[in-house]
């Protein structure tokens, strides 16, 4: 009989035997047991795996948490940060709109008082004329045109 021939008998058979004969059934099982876990032991160990992931999945919770706080927490600064440059950059555009106002005015009476006087040395040194500054008031409103009093 060949190695063939009793691997074939062995396949025929020993399901059969194993369910009758107790002997060979632990046999069989005692084999088995080194190369494979017993039902017990791969359970636990199954159970060990699927606590580790739940544990997993516990930290990256906590890590979500904290990351959410720690972003929600930079970008409340960051709004703050902004919101003060941009107060920052309203005064300074006050002061700068301002300051060249006031520039612009006092340019504005200077150069008036230049032409003025420039006026005034063309007048008195070509025609020999005199001139003189005379400030009044028009109550009645002839000159702006207003014509308060009714005119």
């Known amino acids: ?14 399901p059969n ?8 059934r632990r046999f069989i099982l005692d084999i088995g047991r080194e190369q494979f ?14 606590d580790e992931m739940a544990e997993q999945r516990r ?3 906590i890590k979500w948490e904290v990351w959410e706080k720690t972003w929600a927490e930079a970008q409340r600064k960051s709004d ?12 300074l555009y006050q ?7 006031s520039l612009g005015a006092r340019w504005g009476i200077y150069s008036e008082q230049s032409f003025r006087n420039g006026l005034k040395g063309i007048l008195e040194k070509n025609l020999d004329l005199e001139v003189i500054n005379v400030n ?8 702006d045109g207003n014509f308060s009093n009714g005119g």
């Open 1 to 14: 009989m060949n190695i063939e021939e009793i691997k074939s008998i062995i396949m025929h058979e020993l």
């Open 17 to 24: 035997i194993i369910r009758t004969d107790d002997e060979v």
């Open 37 to 50: 876990l017993d039902q017990s032991e791969a359970n636990r160990r199954f159970d060990r795996i699927l």
């Open 59 to 61: 930290e990256n919770r």
């Open 80 to 91: 703050e940060r902004w919101e003060n440059n941009h107060l920052e950059i309203k005064k």
């Open 95 to 101: 002061k700068y709109e301002s300051g060249i106002g």
């Open 136 to 143: 009044e008031f028009d109550e009645e409103g002839y000159v």
